[in-house]
């Protein structure tokens, strides 16, 4: 992707840590750990710090770039958003029907991480009442 182009039309400012934490998190397949972000720069060439990456992090997160995920004990991965896709959910009452965004991302990159199985495939089924049925 064009990240320079990327970031300018959402008011992101360019630099060159932010263009290589991105080139880094496009050509992954599994999340990543800042700190192993860390050592992907050093590994290219990129002088860039720690606490660099965390701010960036934190900014592509606020602007929904990208994903954190939760691994416990403090311990984060960090990827890129993937093309978003919703579900819907029907009440069973009075048939109103309510789109929400897809959570299995998540469980995806928990997956990857902690016993590196990939998701081909999901099919996601719930069924409840909506808040005004509810009454």
Known sequence: MEWNNYLKKNEI???KARI???NILENITKG???ENLYEEC???GINVNLSTIYRGLE???EKNIINK???GEGHFIYSLKKNKHNHTVECD???KEIAFPCPMQHIEELLKAQVGFTLKE???EMKGVCEDCKE
Request: glycine share 0%; aromatic share 4%.
């Open 13 to 15: 400012k360019i630099t």
């Open 20 to 22: 290589a934490l991105l």
């Open 32 to 34: 990543i750990s800042a």
């Open 42 to 44: 050093k590994n290219q």
């Open 59 to 61: 900014l592509f997160e």
């Open 69 to 71: 995920v939760s691994l």
């Open 93 to 95: 009452i009075c048939h």
């Open 122 to 124: 999901h099919k996601l």
